[in-house]
T-cell receptor
Framework: GAGVSQSPSNKVTEKGKDVELRCDPI?????LYWYRQSLGQGLEFLIY????????KSGLPSDRFSAERTGGSVSTLTIQRTQQEDSAVYLC?????????????FGPGTRLTVL | GNSVTQMEGPVTLSEEAFLTINCTYT??????LFWYVQYPGEGLQLLLK?????DKGSNKGFEATYRKETTSFHLEKGSVQVSDSAVYFC????????????FGKGTKLTVNP
């Protein structure tokens, strides 16, 4: 595809359930990022993948959050035992290799609502 | 640590008015600076960027100059249009290790005809 895609676009879940959010980056982009956009906290970095390097997980808010990137392409963000404070828009971005800085291209986001 | 502070909104202007949205940053090293825009119902888009001191980024009539001495990257436009109504985010790109964006809290701009 031409841009970063994310699915689902909207997700409503009950407190305590697990959710998986998917990101398809731009083909050939080596770097992939997850951010969270919420009313109280603004835009926050969650996790960063670059090629085969160990991911930077420093932004994950708790051990209920995890992410993986398979085959250097698609990424899945998993939230276990969701809480109401997890409600937010989860944004994925990707960027290409070479040069600094690389422009990050954002997907449309997944709006997560935890009831 | 790294942080970005931008003026709180909302900002409401009439069409053709002059726009300034202030942004200051705190960072180690020499980060690259960005303005992103989020139009209603759309995703986050890069508006402009500057990679070193005194660089001026510009796009769609918007400008911002990287001022190292004042650690600022204020966004300006001489004559806003209704179509500029959006939320604007100032951001810096961290250096040394993972390249993550640190965002300001966003400023909502509404332009009335």
């Amino acid at each position: 595809g031409a841009g970063v895609s994310q699915s689902p676009s909207n997700k409503v879940t009950e407190k305590g359930k697990d959710v998986e959010l998917r990101c398809d980056p731009i083909s050939g982009h080596t770097a992939l990022y997850w951010y969270r956009q919420s009313l109280g906290q603004g835009l926050e970095f969650l996790i960063y993948f670059q090629g085969n390097s160990a991911p930077d997980k420093s932004g994950l808010p708790s051990d209920r959050f995890s992410a993986e990137r398979t085959g250097g392409s698609v990424s899945t963000l998993t939230i276990q035992r969701t809480q109401q404070e997890d409600s937010a828009v989860y944004l994925c971005a990707s960027s290409g290799g070479g040069g600094r800085p690389n422009e990050q291209f954002f997907g449309p986001g997944t709006r997560l609502t935890v009831l | 640590g790294n942080s970005v502070t931008q003026m709180e909104g909302p900002v409401t202007l009439s069409e053709e008015a002059f726009l300034t949205i202030n942004c200051t940053y705190t960072a180690t090293g020499y980060p690259s600076l960005f303005w992103y825009v989020q139009y209603p119902g759309e995703g986050l888009q890069l508006l402009l960027k500057a990679t070193k001191a005194d660089d001026k980024g510009s796009n769609k009539g918007f400008e911002a100059t990287y001022r190292k001495e004042t650690t600022s990257f204020h966004l300006e436009k001489g004559s806003v249009q209704v179509s500029d109504s959006a939320v604007y985010f100032c951001a810096l790109l961290t250096q040394g290790g993972s390249e993550k964006l640190v965002f300001g809290k966003g400023t909502k701009l509404t332009v009335n005809p």
